[in-house]
């Protein structure tokens, strides 16, 4: 069945499926290193041969299926793609680490940009058999090494397209962590870096390193992607050149990670590329690339010039991305591996999938049978006391997310008190049991609930009026601002909150504020020093999916006006947050003359009086 790639990117709808686990023997019992080397390779083909066996045979003859109308066609599918990094790529296109996987460009060319032949199956095979019958001068300029690939028997695989960008490893952990920070540090200097990072302003749902990056011992794809969003301003007073390098490949990394591209976007990522190359030789010159093959001994820059003929061939490569494989090793195998007593593990494991499995799809069936209940409860004719009980058992099984509870938790804070919590007890041998595991799989379904509730609250977007020689067409935000039931601090007086947030002018601007919105008022509005005032903290925005990509979908935006927590030894304790916004002055005009006027929020937009 095909699932559209928001499906198989969400850990939670389980659509992704093992098939079965891969031995990583030593074989100490071959005595050469060479023929041990050899003898791995071949394990490693045998086992996905035969693991991919009955697809090769439907590929040949082909498979009944059902269709979604319905009717039963004949289908041949077809092996397109395999996501892996970068060393099981050569392994599975039987080529060496120093031969790119994907074409044929030679080992001291792939640090340039260059228009190499793009391998293919019946061409691998053949030097394969020639090299194994008199010896062949092609099989060693191709790279390869002596195997019966899996892939032999799937004829219809291109081996052009057939492995895949990955964007975890050859674009965040490769390209920007492991050269291009550290270029930018051996230019800049580490301290600096550390120091530009630690002053960065903070905002929601962006991770602040306020230790800097040279303290983070181990990244995750999500720090990795936090910190390509601050790296350009942080080296932005550096060498023009470097500048322009560094921007050309955050251009390329944002492009490739969209879910939908088109010929104008593929090209701006081909653009882009050529930028990075005109002026990538600056980091030989600064020093800060010292190795005597430079760029070409760097694959993962060799890798990218690939992406967008994969993207023609296979589509943008969020689908195929290596963070859910990534992701997946934990319930797959982590977590059956800890239930299991690490004897002959390999059955319990699977048999811990299947039961974990059995959970979840009895779960589905009794949310299923309940919303079914639930339905036919509302749509019987029954007194209106019956049908108010209803609703309100439905409220308190699915709560509002206006709580104000849930909404002025420190989610950030708390997400590392966890983390760090959790680093602890295993660092002192604590076993941490599958049970605390699963937590994460019911906080991915609250994401995907988020999602489902943004998508539902958003206003939408709105269409901007073109000009007459402009034929194009604008969209401009328009979220839906909202609050919690609840407001932080209830009561306050006007003099208090000016006090701690140094607003003097704040009764005088809300006054006027109060007139211009109800010019019809009968009653003269004033503000005094001593009106009680309620005070939220933060507000949400829903934003619907845009028009123009509706593939994205929706989000949610948090704006924060938090003063600093200070205990009774006047020790800050959380530092103030007040984030900044644009605030629309003209809605009449259009394009770059809708003026935009950027506003801090210190308290003039997140009050209520209380008075009427």
Same mark, same amino acid.
């Given at each position: 069945?095909?699932?559209?790639?928001?499906?198989?990117?969400?850990?939670?709808?389980?659509?992704?499926?093992?098939?079965?686990?891969?031995?990583?023997?030593?074989?100490?019992?071959?005595?050469?290193?060479?023929?041990?080397?050899?003898?791995?390779?071949?394990?490693?083909?045998?086992?996905?041969?035969?693991?991919?066996?009955?697809?090769?045979?439907?590929?040949?003859?082909?498979?009944?299926?059902?269709?979604?109308?319905?009717?039963?066609?004949?289908?041949?599918?077809?092996?397109?793609?395999?996501?892996?990094?970068?060393?099981?790529?050569?392994?599975?296109?039987?080529?060496?680490?120093?031969?790119?996987?994907?074409?044929?460009?030679?080992?001291?060319?792939?640090?340039?940009?260059?228009?190499?032949? =793009?391998?293919?199956?019946?061409?691998?095979?053949?030097?394969?058999?020639?090299?194994?019958?008199?010896?062949?001068?092609?099989?060693?300029?191709?790279?390869?090494?002596?195997?019966?690939?899996?892939?032999?028997?799937?004829? =219809?695989?291109?081996?052009?397209?057939?492995?895949?960008?990955?964007?975890?490893?050859?674009?965040?952990?490769?390209?920007?962590?492991?050269?291009?920070?550290?270029?930018?540090?051996?230019?800049?200097?580490?301290?600096?870096?550390?120091?530009?990072?630690?002053?960065?302003?903070?905002?929601?749902?962006?991770?602040?390193?306020?230790?800097?990056?040279?303290?983070?011992?181990?990244?995750?794809?999500?720090?990795?992607?936090?910190?390509?969003?601050?790296?350009?301003?942080?080296?932005?007073?550096?060498?023009?050149?470097?500048?322009?390098?560094?921007?050309?490949?955050?251009?390329?990394?944002?492009?490739?990670?969209?879910?939908?591209?088109?010929?104008?976007?593929?090209?701006?990522?081909?653009?882009?590329?050529?930028?990075?190359?005109?002026?990538?030789?600056?980091?030989?010159?600064?020093?800060?690339?010292?190795?005597?093959?430079?760029?070409?001994?760097?694959?993962?820059?060799?890798?990218?010039?690939?992406?967008?003929?994969?993207?023609?061939?296979?589509?943008?490569?969020?689908?195929?991305?290596?963070?859910?494989?990534?992701?997946?090793?934990?319930?797959?195998?982590?977590?059956?591996?800890?239930?299991?007593?690490?004897?002959?593990?390999?059955?319990?494991?699977?048999?811990?999938?299947?039961?974990?499995?059995?959970?979840?799809?009895?779960?589905?069936?009794?949310?299923?049978?309940?919303?079914?209940?639930?339905?036919?409860?509302?749509?019987?004719?029954?007194?209106?006391?019956?049908?108010?009980?209803?609703?309100?058992?439905?409220?308190? $099984?699915?709560?509002?997310?206006?709580?104000?509870?849930?909404?002025?938790?420190? =989610?950030?804070?708390?997400?590392?008190?966890?983390?760090?919590?959790?680093? $602890?007890?295993?660092?002192?041998?604590?076993?941490?049991?599958?049970?605390?595991?699963?937590?994460?799989?019911?906080?991915?379904?609250?994401?995907?609930?988020?999602?489902?509730?943004?998508?539902?609250?958003?206003?939408?977007?709105?269409?901007?009026?073109?000009?007459?020689?402009?034929?194009?067409?604008?969209?401009?935000?328009?979220?839906?601002?909202?609050?919690?039931?609840?407001?932080?601090?209830?009561?306050?007086?006007?003099?208090?909150?000016?006090?701690?947030?140094?607003?003097?002018?704040?009764?005088?601007?809300?006054?006027?504020?109060?007139?211009?919105?109800?010019?019809?008022?009968?009653?003269?509005?004033?503000?005094?020093?001593?009106?009680?005032?309620?005070?939220?903290?933060?507000?949400?925005?829903?934003?619907?999916?845009?028009?123009?990509?509706?593939?994205?979908?929706?989000?949610?935006?948090?704006?924060?006006?938090?003063?600093?927590?200070?205990?009774?030894?006047?020790?800050?304790?959380?530092?103030?947050?007040?984030?900044?916004?644009?605030?629309?002055?003209?809605?009449?005009?259009?394009?770059?003359?809708?003026?935009?006027?950027?506003?801090?929020?210190?308290?003039?937009?997140?009050?209520?009086?209380?008075?009427?």
């Amino acid at each position: 069945m095909n699932l559209p790639k928001h499906y198989r990117r969400k850990i939670s709808k389980r659509a992704n499926v093992l098939i079965g686990y891969l031995p990583v023997p030593k074989l100490d019992c071959v005595p050469d290193k060479e023929e041990r080397r050899k003898a791995r390779r071949n394990l490693f083909h045998q086992c996905l041969k035969s693991l991919l066996k009955p697809l090769a045979e439907a590929c040949e003859n082909g498979v009944e299926m059902e269709c979604h109308d319905g009717g039963v066609r004949r289908i041949y599918p077809v092996l397109t793609a395999y996501v892996a990094d970068y060393p099981e790529q050569c392994k599975v296109a039987c080529t060496k680490t120093s031969h790119c996987p994907t074409c044929v460009v030679k080992p001291g060319q792939r640090g340039d940009l260059h228009n190499a032949t =793009y391998r293919t199956r019946d061409a691998v095979i053949d030097a394969m058999k020639e090299e194994a019958e008199t010896g062949s001068a092609k099989f060693r300029r191709l790279g390869l090494f002596q195997a019966e690939p899996f892939w032999e028997n799937h004829k =219809y695989t291109d081996m052009g397209c057939l492995l895949t960008p990955d964007l975890l490893h050859q674009l965040h952990k490769g390209i920007l962590k492991d050269h291009l920070t550290k270029w930018a540090a051996h230019i800049v200097g580490s301290k600096v870096i550390d120091e530009r990072h630690k002053t960065m302003p903070e905002y929601h749902g962006m991770r602040h390193f306020k230790n800097g990056i040279s303290a983070v011992s181990q990244w995750t794809g999500r720090e990795l992607k936090e910190m390509a969003k601050v790296l350009l301003p942080v080296i932005a007073d550096c060498n023009h050149e470097v500048v322009q390098a560094a921007r050309s490949i955050l251009d390329f990394v944002y492009l490739a990670h969209s879910s939908s591209l088109t010929d104008s976007e593929i090209e701006a990522m081909e653009k882009a590329l050529r930028i990075f190359h005109e002026h990538k030789y600056v980091f030989r010159r600064s020093g800060a690339l010292s190795t005597k093959k430079g760029f070409h001994a760097i694959p993962k820059i060799h890798m990218i010039s690939h992406y967008s003929h994969i993207i023609r061939k296979l589509g943008t490569p969020d689908g195929y991305n290596t963070e859910t494989s990534e992701r997946l090793h934990i319930d797959f195998a982590k977590l059956g591996y800890r239930a299991s007593n690490k004897v002959n593990a390999t059955k319990q494991m699977a048999l811990y999938i299947q039961r974990i499995e059995a959970l979840a799809m009895h779960a589905s069936y009794l949310d299923e049978q309940a919303r079914i209940d639930q339905q036919d409860i509302r749509h019987r004719e029954t007194a209106p006391e019956l049908e108010n009980a209803v609703l309100e058992f439905a409220e308190i $099984e699915n709560p509002d997310d206006d709580d104000d509870e849930a909404w002025d938790e420190w =989610y950030d804070e708390e997400e590392a008190e966890d983390d760090s919590g959790r680093e $602890e007890l295993e660092g002192a041998g604590v076993f941490v049991g599958p049970t605390v595991e699963l937590e994460d799989v019911a906080e991915a379904d609250e994401l995907v609930e988020a999602a489902e509730v943004a998508e539902l609250r958003g206003h939408g977007w709105e269409q901007e009026q073109p000009h007459a020689d402009d034929h194009h067409v604008r969209f401009h935000l328009v979220p839906e601002i909202v609050l919690a039931k609840t407001p932080t601090t209830s009561g306050i007086s006007i003099d208090r909150i000016v006090e701690l947030n140094s607003t003097d002018n704040l009764a005088r601007d809300l006054t006027h504020f109060l007139r211009r919105e109800n010019p019809n008022y009968d009653t003269p509005i004033r503000i005094a020093s001593d009106t009680k005032l309620n005070l939220w903290s933060r507000a949400r925005l829903f934003h619907s999916a845009p028009p123009f990509k509706p593939s994205e979908g929706p989000h949610t935006q948090v704006v924060r006006c938090q003063p600093a927590k200070i205990d009774r030894f006047e020790r800050v304790l959380r530092p103030p947050r007040f984030d900044t916004v644009l605030v629309l002055r003209d809605k009449g005009k259009s394009g770059i003359h809708r003026e935009y006027l950027a506003q801090s929020i210190l308290g003039g937009l997140n009050l209520k009086a209380t008075h009427p």
